[in-house]
Every structure is written in C-alpha cells, then in structure tokens.
C-alpha cells in the first residue's frame, strides 16, 4: 500500500459534512429568495392576477361577507385591506425565512471551516499583544498572597 495517500480524519469529515450542510442551506435560502421577489416582481407587473388572489383571500378570511366599519356615518370596507396585510404579513415572514437560511448556513460554513483563532490574530497584529489581561485565579491568589 502506498504511504502517500492518507485517509481524512473523522473530525474532517465532520468538518466536511457541516460545510455541505452550510452550502446546502445557502442554496436553499437563495432558491427560495429568488421564488419569493420573483412572486413580488409578478405581482408587480401583472396586478390583474394579484387581484384574483387577493379576491380569494378576502373571501377565505370573511367567508363570503366583507368586513364593514362603520365610520363617520359611511361605510368602509375592510376585507381587502386585511387580506393584503395577510398577504404583506406571508410575505414577511417568507422573506426572514429564506434570510435566515441564507445567513445560518454562512456561520455554519465560517464556524466549520473558518479559523478559529483568526480574529485573536487580527486584534493582536491591530492592537498589540494583551498587557493588560486579567489575571488567571491563580495570579490573583499569588498576588494575595504577597500583599499580606
């Protein structure tokens, strides 16, 4: 057998499978952000087929008879003013949903492959090495020690 080849280590495969598993939620986030303005872009453009579907809404959420309020005297239908905050609500919350995936899958990624002490390494290169750290238990109890 051949010395040079080696196999990976179990924490590399681990390290391996968490940044799939970021990759493939990154993926899944910007597939779904892409549907998402993609149905608002549509909407958009084409109102006459966001009207059908506000139509439904506000039958589904008033069963057939429209909300009225009355006010100063006349009458203000409500129905699709809540249907479009149900619908602008959805939309929300989809939104934060496929960002979410998004920025999730990029800690996964930077936590499972990024360098662990980078940032200790930059403030140290930026700021100069600790001088002024605090003091383990022991340097405390040493310090206690000769002050007595």
């Not at 196999?7 to 391996?16: A, E, H, I």
């Not at 990154?26 to 993609?38: A, E, K, P, T």
Request: hydrophobic share 45%.
């Amino acid at each position: 057998m051949d010395d040079s080849v080696t196999l990976p280590s179990f924490s590399q495969w681990v390290r391996g499978c968490g940044a799939l598993l970021g990759l493939s939620m990154m993926v899944l986030g910007v597939v779904y952000s892409i549907r998402i303005f993609g149905w608002i872009v549509e909407g958009l453009k084409n109102p006459e087929v966001m009207g059908g579907i506000l139509s439904k809404w506000e039958t589904a959420m008033s069963d057939g008879e429209p909300y009225i309020l009355n006010f100063a005297g006349g009458d203000l239908p409500l129905s699709k003013f809540c249907a479009v905050l149900v619908l602008a609500f959805g939309t929300w919350i989809l939104v934060k949903i496929a960002f979410l995936f998004l920025s999730e899958g990029a800690k996964v990624i930077s936590n499972t492959l990024g360098d662990q002490d980078a940032i200790k390494r930059i403030l140290e290169h930026t700021f100069g090495p600790h001088k002024n750290r605090i003091p383990s238990e022991e340097d405390r109890l040493a310090q206690k020690k000769v002050v007595k």
